[in-house]
């Protein structure tokens, strides 16, 4: 009997679906993607966000 709670993942199978979406699909999917991210790409990173970027990274070094 499946059980009613969320996050109950039993009733999953554990075999990959595979793509969803044709190839025509995910190409113009990318490309609307990459027109709307691409006029923020060059912009400047908020200094202190970079600062906490940098924290994190020397962090997770032995």
């Known amino acids: 009997m499946a059980s009613d709670h969320p996050h109950d993942t039993s009733a999953f199978t ?10 025509a699909t995910r190409l113009r999917l990318g490309r609307q993607l990459q027109a709307l991210y691409e ?6 990173l908020d200094p202190r966000l970079a600062e906490l970027l940098q924290q994190l990274d020397s962090d997770r070094k032995p």
Do not use: Q
């Open 39 to 44: 006029p923020i790409i060059d912009e400047p």
């Open 14 to 23: 554990e075999e990959p679906l595979g793509p969803i979406l044709n190839d």
